[in-house]
């Protein structure tokens, strides 16, 4: 068979839109939950590297636990906030070695 440039249009431009039939596009919403509870993961994990306990992981702390109440609430604009300043916290602490 002798693929012409019509025949190739028409190939790859039916296969295009098939292709962009099946990709679903995450909603902002989604967006933002699936970055929050990403975020959420890594902060955990490290935060449980972390060996020691005082005022500066306190702080780290209660952003976590914030992040997961506003996540619970269905907060995410709040719950994205909350993870990023933990951390945030976490890069510094490490950075400056508090932690």
Do not use: P
């Not at 190739?8 to 431009?13: H, W």
């Not at 994990?45 to 500066?56: G, L, P």
């Not at 952003?63 to 269905?74: A, G, P, R, T």
């Amino acid at each position: 068979m002798i693929l012409t440039a019509a025949k190739a249009t028409v190939f790859y431009g039916s296969l295009h839109a098939n292709a962009a039939i099946q990709v679903k596009k995450m909603t902002i919403e989604e967006e933002l939950r699936s970055e929050t509870e990403k975020w959420l993961q890594k902060a955990v994990a490290e935060r449980a590297k972390i060996k020691v306990s005082n005022d500066y992981t306190k702080n780290i702390d209660a952003y976590i636990s914030d992040s997961f109440h506003f996540m619970k609430k269905n907060d995410l604009v709040h719950a994205f906030e909350a993870v990023i300043w933990a951390w945030s916290w976490i890069e510094i602490g490490k950075e400056q070695k508090i932690i």
